[in-house]
């Protein structure tokens, strides 16, 4: 098990600097290969969005401190995350953009800063779009995920997700390559080995 650790920017709410300061006061003396889920979160509601900014730069901070990669939670916010990876950028800053559904510009300014692409169930949707986004961006910089128990890949859409199914997925980036599913898992398994330092 490769144990993460991070503010989730939808729990960012009053009092959550507190809650912050016992998950940084928990990564001394543990061994964590990333900082994450962190970023920000407008889909359910917008009232912290400045919480959220403060909470995503004190973490990026930490990853930086702690030499660490992050793992980043974006949703209804490419472009507010986008401006705090900008102004946080240098050689430290590494990561994963988690369950990417952005379009082929967002995925370029996302690889361009060195961050990878964390690929899940949507690329088997029918209409999810990163079948057309994806061909334009090389496959050394995604990784394959779950999201478990959500985001579940065709065929089991509608169940709970599980880490087994993460054979459709590597199918499907593998049709959309037009390479076979083996490649497909090693380049992804050496991309997710080289970011987590595994």
Same mark, same amino acid.
């Given at each position: ?5 991070? *503010?989730h ?21 543990r ?10 979160d *407008?889909?359910?509601d917008?009232? !912290? ?7 995503f730069?004190?973490?990026?901070? *930490?990853?930086?401190?702690? $030499? ?25 800053l ?7 559904t952005g #379009?082929a ?5 996302? #690889? $361009? ?11 088997? !949707?029918?209409?999810?779009?990163? $079948? ?5 961006? $090389?496959i050394?910089?995604?990784v ?20 087994a199914?993460l ?6 980036v ?7 599913v083996?490649?497909?898992a ?7 080995? #080289?970011?987590?330092?595994?």
């Amino acid at each position: 098990c490769f144990a993460m650790l991070g *503010l989730h920017p939808c729990n960012v709410k009053p009092g959550w600097e507190q809650e912050l300061a016992q998950i940084m006061e928990n990564t001394a003396g543990r061994k964590i290969y990333a900082i994450g889920e962190i970023g920000i979160d *407008l889909y359910w509601d917008k009232t !912290y969005l400045n919480g959220q900014i403060a909470a995503f730069k004190q973490q990026i901070a *930490l990853a930086k401190q702690l $030499d660490l990669p992050i793992v980043i939670h974006s949703r209804d916010s490419f472009d507010e995350v986008y401006a705090v990876l900008e102004e946080e950028a240098d050689d430290k800053l590494r990561g994963i953009f988690h369950c990417f559904t952005g #379009t082929a510009e967002q995925a370029k300014k996302v #690889t $361009d800063l060195g961050f990878y692409l964390g690929i899940g169930g949507v690329v088997t !949707y029918k209409n999810g779009g990163l $079948d057309k986004v994806l061909p334009q961006i $090389d496959i050394q910089h995604i990784v394959l995920e779950t999201d478990s128990p959500y985001l579940t890949p065709t065929p089991h859409r509608g169940k709970p997700n599980e880490s087994a199914y993460l054979i459709y997925i590597a199918e499907k980036v593998a049709e959309v390559y037009g390479i076979e599913v083996e490649a497909v898992a090693d380049i992804t398994t050496k991309n997710s080995k #080289t970011i987590f330092g595994v």
